[in-house]
């Protein structure tokens, strides 16, 4: 059975886990509809991706 030589330290084991946090979303403005999308996602509202028409626009109800 694997035993470990010494005590992990805090400081050692937060060392070790400092890559495991999450990281915020990033969001860009769209040039066209000026709403705030995540890159290289379809924007909701327009339905538009690169310069496309992908979806349906999303209309308000």
Do not use: C, N, W
């Not at 937060?14 to 999308?37: A, N």
């Amino acid at each position: 059975m694997a035993v470990p030589k010494g005590k992990i330290s805090r400081m050692k084991r937060g060392f070790r886990r400092s890559g495991h946090t999450t990281e915020k979303s990033v969001y860009v403005e769209d040039k066209q509809s000026g709403e705030l999308r995540r890159p290289h996602h379809i924007d909701l509202k327009s339905g538009m991706y690169r310069g496309r028409q992908v979806l349906e626009a999303k209309s308000d109800y």
